[in-house]
């Protein structure tokens, strides 16, 4: 089980958006905005962020992107699918795996869904389509 700090840090990066607290920029691959300092720290010790700013808000590079986007979206598919966790043993990124199907079933576990809600990995009500960062 994946603490709710730490969660909320990961999750908040796959719902970054113009709109959102945290912001990413396509060309620089970085992530901008304000997050738990411990948990960052935490995960730039472990080499999963790269710190690249930290004056006014944070700028972070999430390491191995690809992987981290790829297995977040196959946690969730997962999670929707009824499968278990398990199958993070199969991903390039376990942790990323179980991130994405822990998130699916927190939003699952409310009584009402987010309308309009967009994160990496989710299908959007607007387009049917999964949305891809």
Do not use: W
């Amino acid at each position: 089980m994946i603490s709710k700090k730490v969660r909320e840090l990961f999750v908040s990066l796959m719902e970054a958006a113009d709109d959102s607290p945290v912001s990413y920029d396509i060309e620089t691959e970085q992530y901008s905005g304000f997050f738990n300092s411990a948990v960052v720290d935490k995960y730039i010790e472990l080499g999963a962020l790269e710190l690249v700013e930290g004056d006014n808000g944070t700028t972070i590079l999430l390491n191995n992107r690809d992987d981290f986007l790829s297995s977040f979206a196959a946690g969730i598919r997962e999670a929707k699918h009824g499968s278990d966790q398990s199958y993070a043993d199969y991903n390039a990124n376990p942790f990323a795996f179980s991130v994405g199907y822990e998130h699916f079933h927190q939003l699952s576990k409310k009584k009402r869904q987010i309308s309009g809600y967009i994160c990496h990995g989710f299908e959007r009500e607007d387009t049917g389509l999964i949305h891809q960062q």
